[in-house]
Structure formats: structure tokens, C-alpha cells
């Protein structure tokens, strides 16, 4: 992922005795994703942890719970309406790979809906000798019989796109085919689609995602598709788009120059880019006759300044024509941040989040001005909110949920505070007696640092209780309160404490908090997590023999970087499809889009501060870590599974006790199918419930 490596003049660089540089690394050989030597080795290493963990008592009974979650009739089916229908993926023990079937709304509401089934994906996979992953399908509007079905081999970024009729229920023959990438294709009429894939040679950014958009016209081959931008070889992607809102279609072009930056184009009909002239770091989203603009960063045009953070809107015309007069649609707070939006047929619904609970509010537009009307929900965890059909009807799914509480799924419908219970999920466990707490604690810089804190009333305080901490710190993105099925009957039941950390980097109070762990300032996420960690200490929920952390992708790196920098806080570790070599993260997959996250190693000046947390060049021999379970996948090509190898090779060389399993399917969700996901979280439990308790 590093462009190039650091010369050994660079006296920044040399002044760190911890760092390994590339060269210097024994470890590059499992890297080498399907290389002979390094499945081998990886084979080794899930036989090892597999013996242990798979022959402790705990083991089968977890797995058979969480297959029975996973694999319940009572789950409450996703939909998406395409055409007339409501459709739904449905995954079972009969279906690992899944149906995509339909119903009515009416039908849905039903407590036992009548299903018809459009494709059987187990059936396909079987006949092409495939494990095929459902990756979506994009219908073409209004009436969606024509679709553009998505299938990835064994849960990878990478799909293969092929157009499939709904009424016929088949593929067709001499339909849209595209082979193995990743990107985009998207519908712009029956006979034309937006095409940013792996053209071949030059077409891919250093990201490894496409730098090219084309249009593609049916009965032609892709290699005379009209090329409509090209973006640099160092941003990050480039797509494209079109807005079927009638009497408001259009045509959009957007450059992803970095994660958080982007230029947008809007397609006239005679094919010219009219770049939309906003700030580098704000999206827009042209909706009807209005264009909305969230900001990342506060921007001063027009003779006023409007807040970071907040989403502005006004006339989109006007606004080609270089007027500049927003109105505000939501001003955030210093705990108070926008969450999504969507629009309904007359309506834009705001989803904020204050304090990390949503909250939920109605905008019309009449006689050109804007209604604001809060919906009264109740005060609860997390609310999701999904628009039926945006261009045709005002009503909306309302997905309440907590810790504890399982999930609820009603109907609603613009103007109105009444609504329709339409599914609610069982209790996959006994959460009587639990209770939900948000606390704080006090980072190394004075600031305050949220966490959700769930476990049984009535929990001694003596610091004997076995306590997972959980967190993140990243990308934007919030952690909420959800109910966790999984977590609470592998865990809550069995007298463990669960925390959840909403730690500078995410999202949960806006882009100042994401901002303030960017790059230079990446310390500041992991001071936060020890900060929680402590003030667990300090309560006497747990104690460092009984605490452990866990974490994902950026949340792998964050307790990879926590664990080498406090292993005197922890007992246990679970790192999952991890970041952890930041000297090459920028040359492994997609790793270079991620520089505008944490810098550029390739950078002496930049390099130093990321060397100071990078767990690979700062993990030592000789210190006592608490013990790790590594995880990953061999599929996921978005986060290199050489991170979480490498990272364990050298643990061992140094004499650390860790463990590691690779799954060879999942992509980076490191699971594809729901057996596989009950193998991977039991085997998680397990090796939690015997660190801790």
C-alpha cells in the first residue's frame, strides 16, 4: 500500500528504534493472500485455535444459540420496494446463500406473509459451482423488471454484475454483463447504463477502486463504452448516478478525490460536466427543486457563514445560477449531530442524533419555505427510518431499538404520529433485570467521552465482573445503542457487563468530533478508549483481570494500538479484521483511500506520528500483552488479511500467546453465511468467557 519506501537518510525516521521498515520485514511473505506458504501457515494457525476454543465446553452450546438466532423464522424481514412489490433477501438454514423474494405491503403486514420467490441464489451457486454472495440489485424505475443483480465469490468487495428480469425470473442471456470488480454500474434508461469498473490496464486508482466512468449502450461490448471522466490515479473512486424523480431527473458525476473530499458534476442533456460549486469536503444531493448540501467543515458564502455540520438547502436553479442564499435544515450541536435524511413524496425527514439518541422531525416545503414538525417517537435507543417509495407515497418504516429491547418495526406516515406495528422481534434472551446507563469519562485531555454501560441491576461492585468494551473511533461512524441478539445471549446471561465506547473519531457529535482524531490527532480515539477503560477500573465494574476489549477493522487498529500501548489495563482481545501494519497500510487493497483518515506513511513528517501507534512496528518482545484472538478473512479484499497474519507471526516470534482463524470466505464482514457467522461469534465467546470469567 506505500507508494515507496522510506529512505534510510531520513533522520525522522531513523530516530524510531521500534520501527520495522518493509524491507526489513521477515513477515512479507503472507501477504502473499493465496500463496502456497502462507495458507499453510494460516491452515496451522485455525487448527491450533480451533483445537482450543472448539473443544471447551462453551462452544457447541454458543453455537447452536447463535445459529438459531441467526437462522430464526421470527427475524424481521429488510425490504426494499422495487416496482410494486416489497422485496427481501432471506438467508436460513435451508438458504445460506438466500432467496430474493417478494410480497405486498398489505401482504407484509400479515404476521405470516405469502412470499414469491424471484431467484434462489443457493440453486445458482450450486449450478455454477460458485459461492455466490449477495452483493444487491439495482432496478431500473419505476416499474424495476429489469435489474442489475450483484454476486460476489465468497463475500468480497469485488462483484460480478449481471442483468436479470423479474417477471421472466431469469438472467438474461444476451443482457448487461459485467465480469469480476469492484464499482459501479448503474441504470441511466433500459438500454444504457454508467459503468466505473476495472476496465484493464491504467483504469483503477491506487485505492484499487475505478478511476473511469463510462457509458455503455446495449448490443455494443464494453470495449466501446464512451468514456464520460477520468479521475487522477491518486483518488481515491469516481461514479455516477441518475435521480428517476419525475420532472426532476438528472444525471450526477462524483470525483472521490479523497474519503472526505469530492468533486461533483452535474450531466446536461448534451452531455456537458457543470461542476457544482460548493466546498470540496460537502456533499450535495440534488432532491426535486432543491439542492441539500451537508458540510463537513463551516462555510462562509454569500455574505453568511453556515455551521459545520449543519445540512443547508435552496432552489437548485437559482443555485447553478450562482445565488448563494441557503436556508439552514439542521443546525447541530455540541452534542447534537445529523444522523441521515431522506425524502418521502412531499416531505424530507431529519434523523439526529443528541447525545447519541435519535430524534426525528418532518420538513415540507410550501410556498417556499420550509416546515419544520417533530415526530413524536419515543424516547428510545436508536430509530431507523426508511421512506416506502419516495416519489410515490408519504409513508415510512420506523425501526425503534435498544440494548435490551428488541426491535420494533412500524409504519408511518408523513403529517401524522400515529403508526402501525408491523413486526416485532422475539427475545433471543432473558434481558430481565438489565439495565442501560450512559456514562462518562474523562479523557487524557479533559475531554468528556460518552459510553453506554449495559449489565443486571444489582451487578457487585468489586470489580470482579467480566466486562467487554467495545469501540470503534473512526470514518464517521456512530455507534448507537441496537439490540444485540447475539452479544446478549453469548454474554448478558452469563453475568457479563457490555460497554460501548463513543470515542472521538466517529460520528456521533458531528464532524468536529470525527475531525479531532484525524491523522496528527489519531492518539486522541485511543486515549479516549483508555479513558473508559479506567473509569470502568475505577468504578469497580471490572478490573484489569477481567476486562477486555474488542473491535473491528478501524476498531481492530484501535485495540491492536491499545493493547501494545496499555496491556496492563486488559486480560483478553479480540481483534477482528484488522489494520495493523501502518507502515504499508497505503500499498495493501483499498488502504490508500484511507490516507485522509490517518495520513501517509510514504510522508517522513507524517510517518513519524503513525509510527507511534502502529501496533506491528511498536509490539515488543518481552512485555507481558494480554492474550489475543486475531480474526479475518481470506476473501477480504478491502482490509489485506496480511495485517492480522503478519501481526501474529511476529507476537509469536516474540513468545506472545495468541490465537488466530482465518476464515477463508466473508470479505471484511469476515462471515458468509449465517453458519459461518455463529462459528465466528461463538468462537469469539468462547475465548472471551474463558480470559474473563
Known amino acids: 500500500m506505500i507508494r515507496s519506501l522510506f529512505k534510510p537518510a531520513l533522520l525522522a525516521v531513523c530516530l524510531l528504534p521500534a520501527v520495522t521498515r518493509a524491507a526489513d520485514d521477515p513477515n512479507l511473505w503472507l501477504e502473499e493472500v493465496t500463496g502456497e506458504k502462507a495458507l499453510k501457515w ?22 447452536d444459540k447463535l445459529l438459531s438466532i441467526l437462522n430464526s423464522k421470527a427475524r424481521i424481514p429488510a425490504v426494499q420496494k422495487i416496482g410494486d412489490h416489497l422485496y427481501n433477501l432471506w438467508r436460513d438454514e435451508q438458504h445460506s446463500r438466500g432467496l430474493w423474494r417478494r410480497t405486498s405491503l398489505a401482504e407484509y403486514k400479515k404476521a405470516e406473509p405469502k412470499w414469491e420467490t424471484v431467484l434462489d441464489l ?38 460480478v454484475v449481471r442483468e436479470f428480469d423479474t417477471v421472466s425470473k431469469t438472467f438474461l442471456k444476451d443482457g448487461f454483463t459485467l465480469p469480476e470488480s469492484k464499482g459501479s454500474a448503474t441504470w441511466v434508461d433500459q438500454n444504457t447504463l ?14 484499487g477502486y475505478p478511476r473511469m466512468v463510462k457509458l455503455w449502450q446495449r448490443g455494443k461490448p464494453l470495449t466501446q463504452a464512451t468514456m464520460l471522466y477520468e479521475a487522477k490515479q491518486d483518488d481515491m473512486s469516481v461514479g455516477a448516478g441518475k435521480d428517476f424523480t419525475p420532472g426532476y431527473e438528472r444525471e450526477l458525476i462524483t470525483r472521490a478525490v479523497t474519503f472526505y473530499t469530492n468533486e461533483q458534476y452535474l450531466r446536461g442533456k448534451n452531455g456537458k460536466l457543470i461542476k457544482l460549486d460548493k466546498p470540496d469536503d460537502a456533499t450535495a444531493t440534488p432532491m426535486r427543486d432543491q439542492i441539500l448540501i451537508e458540510l463537513r467543515s463551516a462555510w462562509n458564502v454569500g455574505g453568511q457563514t453556515y455551521p459545520q455540520g449543519a445540512l443547508i438547502a435552496m432552489n437548485f436553479t437559482r443555485f447553478l445560477k450562482g445565488e448563494r442564499k441557503f436556508e439552514i435544515l439542521f443546525e447541530p450541536g455540541p452534542r447534537k449531530s445529523l444522523d441521515g435524511y431522506s425524502p418521502t413524496k412531499t416531505a424530507l425527514l431529519i434523523n439526529e442524533l443528541d447525545n447519541v439518541r435519535n430524534r426525528v422531525y418532518e420538513l415540507k416545503h410550501v410556498a417556499g419555505k420550509w416546515q419544520r414538525r417533530a415526530v413524536d417517537l419515543p424516547a428510545f435507543g436508536a430509530i431507523g427510518i426508511s421512506p416506502i417509495d419516495s416519489v410515490k407515497s408519504d409513508e415510512y418504516l420506523v425501526s425503534l431499538t435498544d440494548f435490551t429491547t428488541p426491535t420494533t418495526l412500524y409504519l408511518g406516515r408523513v403529517g401524522s404520529n400515529e403508526r402501525e406495528q408491523l413486526k416485532q422481534l422475539p427475545a433471543f434472551f432473558d434481558a430481565q433485570g438489565v439495565k442501560v446507563a450512559q456514562q462518562e469519562a474523562t479523557s487524557k485531555d479533559g475531554t468528556k467521552v460518552p459510553y453506554f454501560l449495559v449489565m443486571r441491576e444489582g451487578t457487585k461492585l468489586d470489580g470482579t465482573n467480566p466486562t467487554i468494551l ?8 456512530s455507534l448507537k445503542p441496537s439490540y444485540a441478539a447475539n452479544m446478549g445471549a453469548s454474554w448478558l446471561t452469563k453475568g457479563g457487563v457490555y460497554v460501548l465506547a463513543n470515542i472521538r473519531g466517529g460520528g456521533e457529535f458531528g464532524p468536529s468530533w470525527h475531525q479531532a482524531a484525524l491523522k496528527e490527532s489519531r492518539q486522541k480515539a485511543y486515549d479516549d ?30 485495540v491492536g ?11 483478553a482481545v479480540v481483534c477482528q479484521v484488522p489494520l495493523l501494519d501502518m507502515l504499508r497500510f497505503n500499498k495493501l487493497l483499498a488502504g490508500a483511500s484511507w490516507m485522509g483518515e490517518y495520513g501517509d506513511p510514504d510522508d517522513a513528517k507524517q510517518w513519524d506520528f503513525i509510527s507511534k501507534y502502529s501496533p506491528y512496528q511498536n509490539v515488543k518482545a518481552g512485555m507481558k500483552y494480554p492474550r489475543t484472538l486475531f480474526t479475518t478473512s481470506t476473501r477480504d479484499d478491502r482490509v489485506h488479511p496480511g495485517h492480522a497474519r503478519k501481526m501474529v507471526a511476529r507476537m509469536m516470534e516474540q513468545g506472545h500467546d495468541v490465537l488466530y482463524w482465518e476464515n477463508t470466505e466473508g470479505g471484511h464482514g469476515g462471515a458468509a453465511n449465517t453458519a459461518q457467522q455463529a462459528k465466528m461469534w461463538a468462537l469469539t465467546y468462547t475465548f472471551l468467557l474463558g480470559e474473563l470469567k
Not at 459451482?129 to 432496478?139: P, S
Not at 483508555?530 to 473509569?535: F, G, K, L, M, Q
Not at 475505577?538 to 487498529?557: D, E, F, Q, R, V
Open 42 to 63: 494460516v491452515e496451522d494457525r485455525n487448527a491450533t485455535s480451533l483445537k482450543e476454543l472448539t473443544g471447551k465446553p462453551e462452544y457447541a452450546p454458543l453455537n
Open 122 to 159: 443457493d440453486a445458482v451457486a450450486k449450478t455454477e459451482g460458485e459461492n455466490w454472495v449477495w452483493h444487491g440489485a439495482d432496478c431500473l424505475q419505476p416499474k424495476g423488471q429489469r435489474c442489475l443483480i450483484a454476486l460476489s465469490r465468497g463475500g468480497a468487495d469485488a462483484d
Open 194 to 207: 454508467f459503468v466505473s469498473r476495472d476496465f484493464g490496464e491504467g483504469s483503477l486508482t491506487d485505492s
Open 470 to 477: 467495545y469501540g470503534y473511533g473512526g470514518f464517521e461512524v
Open 529 to 558: 478508549f483508555i479513558s473508559v477503560a479506567e473509569d470502568l477500573i475505577a468504578s469497580k465494574i471490572t478490573s484489569p483481570a477481567h476486562l477486555g476489549i474488542m473491535g473491528g477493522s478501524n476498531g481492530g487498529l484501535l
Open 561 to 571: 494500538a491499545v493493547m501494545v500501548q496499555r496491556p496492563d489495563l486488559f486480560k
